[in-house]
């Protein structure tokens, strides 16, 4: 399993901050990626009491809440989906290799190439064109597989699909932008960040653009490492506008 990181939290330098993590529910070892933030990761260490790590990167804790349930199965699964809090779709793969798909308020597009004998899937379906397009396949026959917000499906080695449901109906509602602005207020910036602004208008970049990245997670240091990297800021601004369906 691999993973491309749009870094939101710990330092993508040290890479057992990168996905995707390992871990091992009783004598199962398992890969996990997660697209998207987790709020509660620290309400939930506290409360699950699990141990200390030094991994940084909130998506961590559901790889120990599948630890703690000694177990990889779909009840497992379903069980750690609802208790987190703040937007995500995670991919789990077990030593067998079946591939768990746990689709939450994050975009997911996943299809299947018969003649290929393999499933490819991506956050969005703008971005698995891409990829397609890239690989030269994007005119293979293929068919689209629906997975809905609240869906665990399993992919076996064979192929063969199961799904299972979990409780969605404490998920919130995904956000959305409208001409580069966060219908859901986001939180103020601190002083330095409001300093970083004017320095990044100073130097060209439209406040619109300073404000959606600080709003996707960016911290400091990214908001400076973007002001001088117009490609680097533009690779992120294309990411979150095809993550959240902007044009």
């Not at 497992?76 to 689709?103: H, I, K, P, W």
């Not at 891409?130 to 994007?138: K, P, T």
């Not at 320095?199 to 996707?216: D, M, Q, S």
């Amino acid at each position: 399993m691999g993973h491309t990181r749009m870094t939101t939290q710990g330092a993508a330098s040290k890479n057992y901050n990168n996905h995707p993590f390992s871990g091992r529910a009783g004598s199962q070892p398992f890969a996990l990626a997660h697209n998207g933030v987790l709020y509660n990761e620290a309400e939930l260490r506290r409360d699950h009491r699990l141990p200390p790590t030094r991994v940084e990167t909130d998506s961590y804790v559901a790889v120990q809440l599948l630890e703690k349930a000694g177990k990889l199965c779909p009840d497992s699964l379903c069980r750690m989906a609802e208790q987190l809090e703040g937007s995500f779709t995670l991919t789990v793969l077990d030593v067998e290799n079946t591939l768990y798909l746990v689709r939450g308020n994050n975009p997911l597009s996943v299809r299947l190439f018969p003649s290929l004998g393999c499933y490819l899937y991506a956050s969005t379906d703008e971005i698995l064109n891409m990829a397609l397009a890239a690989l030269g396949i994007s005119k293979l026959a293929c068919t689209d597989i629906p997975i809905g917000q609240g869906d665990v499906m399993a992919i076996n080695a064979q192929g063969r699909r199961t799904v299972t449901r979990f409780d969605d109906t404490k998920l919130r509602p995904q956000r959305y932008f409208s001409d580069w602005v966060w219908y859901e207020p986001a939180k103020e910036p601190d002083d330095y960040m409001e300093t970083l602004m004017e320095y990044g208008k100073r130097h060209g970049v439209p406040e619109r653009e300073l404000r959606l990245l600080i709003n996707a997670g960016y911290d400091a240091l990214d908001l400076e490492e973007m002001i001088y990297d117009k490609q680097f800021r533009a690779y992120c601004l294309r990411e979150i506008m095809a993550e959240y369906g902007v044009h």
